[in-house]
């Protein structure tokens, strides 16, 4: 079964270092998403990317954050700057189509535990 | 904005009993119902999902309902197992989204004692 990709599985860093988080979604899906959970708490979304620009985004995702598709594989999330409150799980995850189709399932990949110190 | 409700945060169970998880969402337009389990530690992952256009969906031990009048779905499982005990997830996708963008509810743990 295709699977979306993510690496590092864990980071650590330090406050105020720049962080890259890579993802490689399901090689036919055209819609590619991040989330976050930190620890206990709700999955959040972050930013949602087609066509090589964003198409959605939330409040969380302020001016620190960006995303972008580097080349024809990999979805990548940055942090500029990261502070303490970044420390959380950052899920990618990827779909095929806007639509609401019944084949149109998010897939979400396992994960990139991030902890700033 | 979307804003979906989830109770409760835990639930314990036996063994063969049902479960019920409700939420609430805020937004009419919300179209699109799916829910999702993650265990320690992993992915969530999508069990059952419904849109605004049907009232009610079954797969096997797993049923959603859904009332658009009063803003509120249910994830219902029935004959539970040790094996369901995880966290569940429900969420809504808010107007004009697309379907991966999800505004999620707290969570709900579920234990499933033996």
């Known amino acids: 079964e295709p699977e979306v990709t993510q690496t590092p599985s864990h980071q650590v860093t330090q406050m105020g270092q720049e962080v890259i988080l890579r993802c490689v979604p399901i090689?036919?899906?055209?819609?590619f998403y991040w989330y976050r959970q930190i620890l206990g708490q709700k999955v959040e979304f972050l930013v949602s990317?087609?066509?090589?620009?964003?198409?959605?985004k939330s409040e969380i995702f302020d001016d620190q954050f960006s995303v972008e598709r580097p080349d024809g594989s990999n979805f990548t999330l940055k942090i500029r700057s990261t502070k303490l409150e970044d420390s959380a799980m950052y899920f990618c995850?990827?779909?095929?189509?806007?639509?609401?189709?019944?084949?149109?399932?998010?897939?979400f990949g396992a994960g990139s535990r991030l902890t700033v110190l | 904005g979307e804003n979906v409700e989830q109770h409760p945060s835990t639930l314990s169970v036996q063994e063969g009993d049902s479960a019920v998880i409700k939420c609430t969402y805020s937004?009419?337009?919300?179209?699109?119902f799916p829910w999702y389990k993650q265990e320690l530690g992993k992915r969530p992952q999508l069990i059952i999902d419904?849109?605004?256009?049907?009232g009610e969906k079954k797969d096997q031990r797993i049923a959603v309902t859904l009332n658009k009048t009063a803003k509120h779905f249910s994830l219902h499982i029935t004959e539970t197992q040790p094996e369901d005990s995880a966290v569940y997830f429900c969420?809504?996708?808010?107007?004009?989204?697309?379907?991966?963008?999800?505004?999620f509810g707290k969570g709900t743990k579920l234990s499933v004692k033996p």
């Open positions: 419904i849109r605004s256009n049907v």
């Open positions: 990317f087609y066509n090589n620009e964003i198409s959605e």
């Open positions: 937004d009419s337009a919300s179209n699109y």
């Open positions: 995850a990827s779909n095929w189509d806007k639509g609401f189709s019944g084949a149109n399932v998010l897939t």
């Open positions: 090689s036919n899906h055209l819609y």
């Open positions: 969420a809504a996708s808010p107007r004009g989204g697309s379907q991966g963008n999800l505004i």
